[in-house]
Each structure stands twice: as C-alpha cells, then as structure tokens.
C-alpha cells in the first residue's frame, strides 16, 4: 500500500501516461477506417487524422486502476480492464449520439455527424469488440480476467438497459423520481461502479471486497450523475463543454424536470413547453428554467447529490480499508462530483 | 466418435432442441424490454410478444456444435460457444438492417421499423452483451472459453470490417471483384468460420486443429457468399424469403454486379441505372440483370460457389480427419451452399 497515491490529481497523473500507452495499443490500427474513427473517438486525433489533445478525463479507468491499488495490486494488473472500461464508455458515447442526433460533444462534432449514422454504428461496435480484445488477450490468470469481462459486460447491460428508459422517457408524458433514478442507476451508475470492482478482480481481490468497492462507486455515480444533471441547466457551458439548454430544449426529462413535475406550477410550465412540436424555443428555456428554481429543483439536485455521496461515505466505512485509502477513496467522490459535467 | 451425426438434416434434428433451450436461457429475461426485442429477433415471439417459430436455420451454432463433436468432444462442451455466436449473428442482422434502412426480412417487419432505429441499436448491442455473457458465465475451464471468445470477438470485428466495406462500396463509382471478396470474407466469412474454430477449442482441441477447421469453414462461407449473391439476383423469393431485385434497386455492389463492371456493355448498363438518384425503378433493374447474364455474371457466381467449395475439400482433406467425418463435413457444405438465401 506504499505505493497509493495521496490526492486525486497525483491518481491521474501517475494513471496518465501508463493509460493513454495501453489504450493505443488495444483500439491497434486494423481495420484502418475503423482504428481511425476510433482514434478521433478517443481524442487522439482531429477530423482531419491529425494529432490533437480532446481525451476526457477517463475518469472510469482510473477508477480501474485505483480499484487494483486499492486492493493490493498494482496498476499493470488492472490494465486491461482500465482500456476495456474506456473503451466500452466511448463505444456508449458513439450509440447514444446517433440516438439522441447530437451533433458536438465537448465542442467536436460528434463520429455520426462525420461519417453517417451507418458507419457511427459500426465504430460503436468495433470499440466494443476492441474492449473485449483488450480482456481475452491479456496476460495473467484467465478465470480473473473471465470475472472482470462478466462484471463489465452485466454492467454495459444496465447502461443499455438505462438507455432504453431514458429514450422512453422522453416519449412519455411524466416521469418519477424513482424511475429516473433507477434509470440513471443503469445509464451511469453501472459503468461507474463496474471498473473498481474489476479493478479489485484483477488485482485477485476476494468476490466480496471487489463488490463492495462497486457498490461505493455505484453510489458516487449516482451522485456524479444528479450534479450533472444539476450542470446540465445550470452549469456554465465554458467549465462544463455542454450547452445548458439542451436538456430543455430537446425535452430531456431530467432529474429537475422530473423533480419539478412534482410541483403544480412546474408540472404546468413544463407541459406548455414539452407540448409544443419541434424542439422547445429559447424563451420557453428560460420560463421553465424559471418555474423550476421556484420549485426548489436546483437546490434539491444539490442536495440528491450530497446525500448519495454521504451514503457512499457509509458504504466506503464497512470495507475495512486503512484510514489513508478511505480518506483517498473520499477525496476521489469529492472530485468526481464537482467535476460533474 | 461414435455419437458423430452422419448426415445434415440429422445434424440439425439433433442440435435443434437443445440449442433452443441453451438460447432462451443465454437471452434471459431482464431487462424486460431488451429481452423481448431479443425473443422477437431469434423468432420465437411475434410483433405482438405471442409465441412464434420464425427462427432462423441456426446454421452458426450448428456448426459450433458440431466443431466440437468432430474434435471428439460434446454438445454440452460448445453450447455456450454456439449460444455466442447466434447472438452474434443477431446483433448483427438488427444493426445491418438498421444501416440498410431494410423493412423486412423473411416476411417479417425488421427490429428498427417496429421500434424505431435508436432502440433497435440498443437491442443489437443488448444481443452482444448476451453472447460474451453466455460465454463468461459458462461453467468449464476459463482459459477455453475466454480462447473461444477471443476467436468470436476476432470473427466480429471482421464482420464490422467487411460491413464498413460494404457501406463504402455504395457510395464509390466501382468495385473490383478482390476487394469485394475481401469485404465478404469478413462480413459472411469470418462468422461462419469462428464458430467451428470455437467449438473445437471449447472441446479442448488443439489450437492449430481448431484454426484449420475454421480455414475450412471460411471458404465454405465465400461459397455460401456467392450462391447467396447468385440468389438476391436469380433466386426465387418464394424460396429465399427475400426480395431478388433489392440488390439492385438499393444499388448494391454484390458480386455479379462489380463482376459485370468490368464487362464494357454490362457496365454501361448498370452506370445508367445506378446513376440516378433515389431506388433503380422496375425496368431499369430488369435492363440490368439482362446484361449481367448477357456479359455472364450467372453462370460466373455458381463458378465462384463451385471453386470455393473445391478449396474448402482441399482443405479438409489436410486435416487428417476420418473418412466419415470427412464425407459429413462434405455434405454440410453442399447443404448450406445449396440453402444459401
């Protein structure tokens, strides 16, 4: 354990360079249309095939990484988990842009809004494949890396899963706290708790610390995903790279649109704009924006968030871990959730 | 070797049940929505969610299974190899079909027509999801299944290549016949091959044993590839259960079509049809298929079948296999270049 880092940017930094080495690696360069689409995905490159900088945070393989650490081992022996799980996050990406028809992401232009729908979906599944690669031809002990391949896979099931619900909510006329948290249980949640339990898989963790580490990172990506939502009408578009009137403007039903159709005024606000065809104009925006902070949405998104990450807090006392990885493993749902977005 | 089937129909007689009831249980039933797209899909349900027997010939897991039994191995040992690959197969009919805007497929209304192209994507990547899992949550030893995977997963991204491939060739001017036969070598060849490859190595064969089956395999679905590309343009719909002038309407590039474009009246022909914009109306694709046979494009397909089934017998006589298994294996692919369709 001398070796754990002590702060989340010190986790990112040591996970960097070792990360971004392995990821090329597993997406490799055949076949060469699809390695390229997958290398713009990744943010290797630009539009044009040339050398750019755009990688996210690839918070969910860090996850990975420190899962290992956490348990004992070390970063080499998550690796193929860290690019599988990053791997399968972009893949996600890839589906749901063609889903949903955005057009950027974090001021790119989305794979399908390049190349068509048609070839968007197949680069989705080529980095599927390649996440898959990335566990079956690693080194080390086959039955470990069967178990972590199972709780990746049962986890891009709940993440569908959640897309599915997601896609339906927005064709319905109203939707509870209860389901929309379910939902994001599996749309978010699931590929947020999955990599520490590899991780801890990986590294030859005992089946119940692995998932009892998943179930912390179940609860931060709850509280990741209510603080997103949150940004997601009231962030600013220059930290967070997403338009803060999309969620709206598509008729999304978000946590605070969900949560503010519990409030009458609200719920008739958010009626008069959702019913309307097309999508839902600027002014509109702002009146129900409006109708929502009357109702107390923003602050109970706030609050949702808060509570998950003190429910992870609980969780994370249970696992028995020396007083300096819970106090890393606190600081990690901390940074997660305020870099929400 | 005493169990080994002796003729096709008996092959897939026997296979049949037990590989239907290793499906239900690798599609499972959760989520609810996934998994009744998925029963739609494998045929056992109709649009309305009441029972149905529209599967397919399963010709896939039948060749899984029986990859198994001629490496002196048992059904038990491949079936989650052949569930695998059927749902494979699956996923990757729904996806096809979405990026071919096809409506129908065997008289019955594709995925993405009764739900809508985003939730159609949902449910191939649902179906990938259950092949790994039918293979990850296997009994046995960890180290053949996770091989098998590796040579499915392999198998896909082929597949996805020669998809990619066949997408690109709609929108190019022209095709020649080897780039066309390397696009179908990965999007027909690559999954007809895997799953005897599989089989084998879950019966604890050889690794060079099992790949020589699966070489055997991929030369049989270049043969099946032709015969099929033969029928979407002289087959009758009545037997095939699909359209034989979508090809050409659609503007494919299948093989009598890049093989009559390098006949100068033929390809005169087809630039004229395939040069307007929208679908090639009813008289231009009979003006079409009358050059395609007048420059010999029919008679060349069967050719093409015929040559490949030949390497195919070279290639199984190296694999020093027993003189019925091999007079089996014959017959099995004469059976499925003759169904092709």
New interface residues.
């Given amino acids: 354990m001398a070796s754990l880092p002590t702060s989340v940017p010190d986790v990112l930094a040591r996970y960097r360079e070792p990360l971004e080495h392995a990821l090329r690696a597993a997406v490799g360069d055949?076949?060469p249309?699809?390695a390229a689409a997958a290398r713009y995905v990744l943010g290797w490159e630009d539009e044009h095939g040339r050398p750019a900088h755009n990688m996210g945070k690839r918070i969910r393989p860090a996850l990975c990484l420190l899962g290992a650490e956490v348990a004992g081992g070390t970063i080499e022996d998550a690796m193929p988990g860290a690019c599988a799980v990053e791997l399968v996050h972009n893949f996600s990406l890839v589906?749901d842009e063609?889903?949903?028809h955005d057009a950027e992401r974090h001021h790119r232009p989305t794979l399908w809004a390049l190349l068509g729908?048609?070839?968007a979906?197949?680069a989705?599944?080529?980095l599927?494949?390649?996440a898959?690669?990335a566990l079956?031809?690693a080194p080390g002990d086959?039955?470990r890396?069967?178990a972590a391949?199972?709780v990746l896979?049962?986890a891009?099931?709940a993440m569908?899963?959640g897309?599915?619900e997601d896609?339906?909510f927005e064709r319905r006329e109203s939707v509870h706290v209860e389901e929309y948290l379910a939902m994001v249980a599996?749309k978010t949640g699931a590929l947020l708790a999955a990599p520490l339990e590899m991780g801890a898989l990986l590294a030859g963790a005992e089946v119940a610390f692995a998932a009892g580490l998943g179930a912390w990172g179940k609860q931060v990506g709850l509280a990741f995903q209510a603080q997103d939502d949150y940004l997601g009408t009231w962030g600013d578009p220059g930290d967070t790279g997403k338009s803060n009137s999309n969620d709206i403007a598509r008729k999304k039903k978000t946590l605070p649109i969900v949560y503010g159709m519990d409030d009458a005024d609200a719920r008739a606000v958010i009626a008069e704009a959702y019913d309307t065809g097309g999508d839902v104009g600027a002014a509109a925006i702002v009146r129900v924006v409006s109708a929502l902070e009357d109702a107390g949405a923003d602050v109970a998104c706030r609050e949702m968030a808060a509570g998950y990450a003190h429910e992870a807090d609980a969780l994370l006392d249970g696992l028995g871990l020396p007083e300096g990885t819970r106090t890393l493993l606190r600081e990690v749902a901390r940074y997660l959730v305020d870099r929400a977005g």
Avoid: C, K, Y
Wanted: hydrophobic fraction near 35%.
């Fill in positions: 055949d076949p249309a699809l589906h063609v889903q949903d729908e048609a070839q979906i197949n989705g599944d080529f599927f494949t390649r898959v690669q079956s031809d086959p039955g890396r069967m391949l199972g896979n049962r891009i099931q569908i899963g897309q599915w896609l339906d599996g």
